[in-house]
């Protein structure tokens, strides 16, 4: 009898790759030594975000202690590299949570709860995303988890008042796969394009438009980054912004939404792509926001790009197809992503209206990639959020966007 897909998830498997080593040949040498305070973990615990979504913070503390607490073997001293989908493992205590989820929306879905089963699919959908972090291309864990995060953000949308659909863009020969997110179908929508950062995929991007955009009458399109998502057949190189390119030139085929009223917000990575679509896309968008965009001195600076956590620096080689275990070729590697060295940045302005946002001591996007953002366009507009994260933080700022969108579309 063919098992079904939660009887699959619960039951370990011992013979897969841990996440750590997949594009880093050097992973077992990995010690909490150096490590920021309290970060003994591989994986960056990105707690308040996670809450902002909707996950049990309480809930999410005692997964952590179970990892933290299991005596199987690890790769390295980092608590998250238990190898084998086996309780411990980060992915099997993740997906674990998901299926709990995800059985209870069901429940929820054939007793008429229509709004339970709708929280609980975005649960089971944001908890599946988060076992996939920091999703790597090779990770053997990671196209099972994805799937279940798909399926569920999709069961989610049915639940909703708001409208999904799947749109596949042509790039060389194979299809990107995007998720539009519309307000209502009854009238011609403007459209956000929105991705995330390099360890980040479309799923858990969600939040924005059912929380902002839609109430504003705004559509959102989805993109994944080179090498990760749907993007996996992609690798990231200096030129970034290539499938983003694609997308825009698909839009006029897009029935739901208007291709003149169009805008690009990219958070972490993304907000590279959209600095350098600012400049190379100027006259098909109308707008763009950065959120904590990295754009030079990441990439410019040997000392700031040693100090990447080594997850971001693995993250970095896994999109681009190297190993990590050369951080010195892997910086001269990135080099070219610096929109500065490709001389975009630092010269001549773009026409389109931009919101920068930047953070305070923020070790990605530090004050000068955001003073040489805020130089970019006359009409710019800058924002500086306090140095640690918050939900007020993010509601605040995704308002201020949203605001500044409706009168830019």
Not at 334 to 347: A, D
Request: glycine share 6%; charged share 20%.
């Amino acid at each position: 009898m063919k098992e079904n897909l939660s009887e699959v998830l619960f039951k370990p498997r011992i013979n897969v790759v841990e996440t750590s080593t997949v594009s880093n040949s050097t992973a077992a040498q990995l010690s909490a030594v150096g490590q920021e305070e309290g970060r003994n973990w591989y994986r960056i615990l990105r707690r308040e975000y996670w809450a902002w979504l909707g996950l049990d913070p309480i809930e999410t503390e005692s997964l952590f202690a179970d990892i933290a607490m299991c005596d199987k073997p690890r790769t390295s001293e980092l608590l998250d590299t238990i190898g084998g989908y086996q309780p411990g493992n980060w992915n099997y205590e993740w997906m674990q949570r998901a299926v709990k989820h995800q059985i209870t929306a069901k429940d929820a879905e054939q007793s008429g709860q229509r709004d339970k089963a709708y929280q609980e699919f975005l649960l089971a959908s944001y908890s599946a995303t988060i076992a996939a972090y920091p999703h790597f291309k090779g990770d053997d864990l990671v196209a099972s988890a994805h799937a279940l995060a798909h399926s569920n953000l999709m069961a989610a949308t049915e639940q909703s008042k708001h409208e999904c659909k799947t749109i596949n863009v042509p790039i060389d020969g194979k299809q990107v796969a995007c998720y539009l997110h519309l307000p209502d179908t009854d009238s011609v929508k403007p459209v956000v394009m929105v991705s995330g950062g390099l360890d980040t995929i479309q799923t858990e991007l969600y939040p924005f438009f059912e929380r902002f955009l839609a109430p504003a009458g705004i559509a959102m399109l989805t993109v994944d980054m080179p090498g990760a998502g749907h993007c996996l057949n992609w690798k990231l190189q200096q030129d970034s912004s290539r499938i983003h390119l694609a997308i825009l030139d698909h839009l006029p085929k897009v029935p739901w939404v208007d291709d003149a009223r169009v805008a690009m917000l990219g958070y972490r990575f993304a907000g590279n792509v959209a600095a350098r679509l600012a400049f190379v896309a100027a006259e098909r968008l109308r707008a763009v926001v950065t959120i904590g965009a990295p754009v030079d001195r990441l990439f410019s600076d040997i000392q700031r790009f040693n100090n990447l956590p080594q997850m971001y620096q693995d993250c970095l080689a896994n999109r681009s197809g190297v190993n990590a275990s050369n951080t010195e070729g892997l910086y001269y590697r990135c080099m070219p992503l610096s929109l500065k060295t490709q001389g975009i940045l630092g010269g001549p302005r773009t026409k389109l209206p931009m919101f920068v946002v930047g953070r305070k001591n923020d070790a990605i996007c530090p004050e000068t990639d955001v003073s040489l953002l805020s130089m970019a366009s006359p009409n710019c507009k800058v924002e500086v959020l306090k140095e640690l994260d918050s939900l007020q933080n993010y509601n605040q700022i995704f308002t201020k966007v949203t605001h500044w969108l409706q009168k830019q579309l």
